[in-house]
């Protein structure tokens, strides 16, 4: 993709200066405000590719700010965020992930990590079908994945619900084909962050709970009671809906 | 005799005790007062023995002769019969035939009280006659009537048994009105020992005397002061702590832009090393208010995790089977992180074993190192104590770990001991409850 885009909201001035003068000379298009206030305005104006928010924050607080973009609309719904938080144990890390965010940097914080952490975040959201390698000469045998009222074009990295097109991100095809080729099995977390692609999700093990809850939010009728992948007690999870795999959707 | 009611209780007795001892006392003085002339006992012995020897003819006068206001004799050829107005004492039987056996000399008697028919239901008052019957030796009975200080004596036998009764009655329901009045101290006794670092007001037991409100009073005003005492420690740590992960957060950011590369690595050391500090000193001043609830958690596996992490098999772990305690998880899992990196630190290697004992579960961490001698065994426990302070800077430590996790032992109600290693080197057992 061209220059991510990147939001930092953060009080403290000094930690602001740096970090938006480290990301810009590392490739990336940096803005930096200090409050939710302001971060909706800029927003407004045009939107972001990702979100660093920091915890504490004058006003408005960062968990605050999260809850309510995520309870809003598209686009702002789905755009990725990192918390920046300082050193705590697991609390904060269960709150930043119950609120929707994607992953999360304790303070202090080496630079070079959390711009490795921004990339992972963007590969998972960048679209998968811009990712689906060309299928070779003439339309060539299919493979497709039928649940629920979904087909699921597994080569060309496509979903499609009742007939229309549902995009899907490189993180929700990743954790798509990891149900889909293990049906009716218990899949753990640990399970699921081997199979997508390894090492993307080490920080925030729990971020897969938040990417399961956007695939359902995409693939079920009623997310909230989800009949197509269910979670099994201890955080394991099952695509229970019958699968029919074939050439044709 | 360390109860207080067991005390009481001994004071109590001790002085009716005494008040009974006083009552016989007095009973006896009076008595001796009245007496006159040797006792009835052997005053009739006297006369047995006379009428025995004396002729039948002079037996008139002799019972004339003897007989006075306050002695009547009587002969007779049957003895007393239920019928004759005479009440049987038993009790002054029983005292008699032990008293006079001697100069009985086998002659069997019995001791009456003299009733007139209106008489018989009262007690036994101090003007009543008694008679003593006394078996003869040729067959006959004699019967010695005595008034004044004689019945005065049994009346007073009677008194005492009275008073006697009267003493365990009223000594038995003291002991129970007592036993009421010291149980809400006990109570509070039992409450006391139960406070923990949650340190909740304690509520004045139901009933209870003034004293022991104050005492509850003064006992939660104290809490109140520890509280907030805590309180303020732990916000005086945790925002220190808070305002230094700013600066190191901006440090840290800063570094990248040092050119020199050796300069910026050593910098960046430097930081971490600061953040480590403070993200004990924090944890540290935390751990005041932790009051997640303690559940179920196997140790073994939480070892497996802790051990896992260092796979070049510096550290190995024995254990025979899963082991559940009561506990935190988080929490445990930093205690056997420290404890394994001190046995790392000190002694190039760390051996975990876990055991049932009981109701507890025991982990041990060994090592091979120098070991703590035993006087400074408790005082490691502190926070901030360090043993190595002779080292430099970069290779000591900060004296934290060991205070954390002696910390998390104890609000886990469990027990943490340091020893020598047999053949050299530390052993570490913690103590903790099985779930």
Known sequence: MAQPDIMIV??????????????????????????????????????????????MLPGEDGFSICRRLRASGPPLATLPILMLTARRDEIDRVVGLEIGADDYQTKPFSPRELAARLRAILRRAAP?????????????????????????????????????????????????????????????????????????????????????SRLRRKLEP????????????NGGYMLVAPLRRGPVP | MRGLALRVLLIAAVGLLLLVLAGLAFFHAQEREQGAGPPLQDQAIAIARLVENVPSPLLPDLVAALAGNRLTIAISDRPVQPGDDMVPLPTATWLGRWRMEEGLAGRRIRFFAVADGASTQRPLAGRDPVALEIALKDG???????????????????????????????????LWALRRQIRPLERLAADVALLDERLEPLAPPPRAAREVRQLVTALNAMQDRIRRLVAARSRMMASISHDLGSYLTRLRLRAEFISDPNQRDRAVRDIAAMEALMVDALALARLEGEATPLEPVDLASLAAQAVAEHADGAVSLSAPGPALVRGRPVALLRVLTNLIGNALKYGGGAELSLCRDGGMVELRVEDRGPGIP??????????????????????????????????????????????????????????????
């Open chain 1, 10 to 55: 953060e009080d403290d001035g000094e930690i602001g200066e740096l970090l938006r003068d480290f990301l810009a000379a590392d490739g990336f298009t940096v803005r930096w405000v200090r409050s939710g206030a302001e971060m909706d305005g800029v927003l407004a104006l045009r939107p972001a590719d990702l979100l660093v928010l920091d915890l």
């Open chain 1, 128 to 212: 998968a079908a811009m990712m689906a390698a060309p299928v070779p000469g003439p339309a060539g045998p299919g493979d497709w994945a039928r649940f629920g009222d979904c087909a699921f074009d597994i080569q060309a990295r496509r979903l499609f619900r009742n007939g229309s097109e549902v995009e899907l991100s490189t993180g929700d095809y990743d954790l798509l084909l990891a149900f889909v080729t293990h049906p009716g099995r218990v899949l753990s977390r640990d399970q699921l962050m081997d199979l997508t692609r390894g090492g993307n999700w080490e920080a925030f093990d729990r971020s897969i709970d938040v990417a399961l």
């Open chain 1, 222 to 233: 009623d997310p909230a009671h989800p009949t197509l992948i269910k979670t099994v007690r």
């Open chain 2, 140 to 174: 006959r009975y004699l019967l010695v009537s005595a008034r004044g200080w004689l019945a005065g004596r049994l009346a007073a036998l009677r008194l005492a048994w009275m008073l006697l009764a009267a003493t365990l009655v009223i000594g038995i329901g003291s």
């Open chain 2, 374 to 435: 035993a006087a400074e065994r408790e005082l490691v426990l502190e926070p901030f104590y360090r043993r190595d302070a002779a080292r430099s800077l970069d290779q000591r430590g900060h004296g934290l770990g060991l205070a954390i996790v002696a910390d998390i032992i104890r609000r886990h109600g469990g027990s943490i001991i340091l020893d020598d290693r047999p053949g050299g080197g530390l052993t570490v057992r913690v103590r903790l409850k099985a779930a």
